[in-house]
């Protein structure tokens, strides 16, 4: 089961943090692995430890909040590799900002990465996965943040994740007469480099408190999205799963 050989997922923001285990599990599964990401020499990186362990794995460089580097780098992987089986929208900002000192500027940089980003990667990988004909997942990475408030300083960081799962309801619609599914992650805490060097005001609130299980690692939402790219799920669309460790509990 969960068996991806043949299948070729991109990972966008899969040079750091959650997205590199996103990428591991992926491989492990038997996809061929695309890392895409702005730092063109850490997802080389990645792509190369990935081969040295005996997977199949490629990068190209991306930047999210540039239409024509998106659409450069979609079509230079589609025309490498095929179009993509799987897409996975896991690059994003996560940097804090107070409500009363929010600027518009903050407001612009973060959604043109977390959720005009994967717009735009939604579009031009959903129309190769159609005329492709094969099908595809989509699997956009958002955030607990969306079932409560966390920690102050989020608001437009969660503005822009709510932003992100309207769209993948609306695309779950659009795409399901050419078979493509899309679905939804919600992580919890996961110690990854974006999230230690955060900027803006101290992380307070109660998503301080320790989650139930503990805290997530870049492997447990990488589980989570080899399921949902896998023929098993065929069926499942329009759904969102939280990987929290049991936090949403308390």
């Known amino acids: 089961m969960f068996d991806l050989s043949n299948k070729l997922a991109l990972v966008t923001g899969g040079a750091s943090g959650i997205g590199v285990g996103i990428a591991e599990l992926l491989a492990k599964a038997g996809a061929t692995v695309v890392i895409a990401d702005r730092n063109a020499a850490g997802a080389e990186s990645q792509a190369i430890?990935?081969?040295?362990?005996?997977?199949?794995?490629?990068?190209?460089?991306?930047?999210?909040?540039?239409?024509?580097?998106?659409?450069?780098?979609?079509?230079?992987?589609?025309?490498?590799?095929?179009?993509?089986?799987?897409?996975?929208?896991?690059?994003?900002?996560?940097?804090?900002?107070?409500?009363?000192?929010?600027?518009?500027?903050?407001?612009?940089?973060?959604?043109?990465?977390?959720?005009?980003?994967?717009?735009?990667?939604?579009?031009?990988?959903?129309?190769?996965?159609?005329?492709?004909?094969?099908?595809?997942?989509?699997?956009?990475?958002?955030?607990?943040?969306?079932?409560?408030?966390?920690?102050?300083?989020?608001?437009i960081y969660s503005a822009s994740k709510g932003g992100l799962l309207a769209m993948s309801r609306a695309a779950g619609l659009e795409l399901a007469e050419y078979g493509i599914t899309v679905n939804t992650l919600l992580p919890g805490g996961v110690a990854t480099p974006g999230a230690i060097n955060a900027r803006g005001p101290e992380a307070e609130g109660p998503g301080r408190r320790p989650a139930l299980l503990g805290m997530c690692e870049p492997r447990d939402i990488g589980a989570a999205v080899v399921f949902f790219a896998s023929l098993e799920a065929r069926f499942v669309t329009n759904q969102v799963l939280g990987v929290d460790a049991g936090w949403s509990l308390t």
């Open 49 to 155: 430890k990935l081969r040295q362990k005996g997977f199949a794995a490629d990068f190209v460089q991306l930047d999210l909040a540039d239409e024509e580097s998106v659409v450069q780098a979609c079509a230079a992987v589609v025309a490498k590799h095929a179009a993509p089986w799987a897409l996975i929208n896991n690059a994003g900002l996560q940097d804090r900002e107070s409500l009363l000192e929010g600027t518009v500027a903050e407001w612009e940089r973060t959604l043109a990465v977390n959720t005009r980003g994967p717009f735009l990667m939604m579009r031009e990988i959903g129309r190769a996965m159609r005329d492709a004909g094969n099908g595809g997942r989509i699997v956009n990475i958002a955030s607990c943040a969306l079932t409560g408030a966390i920690i102050k300083g989020l608001t």
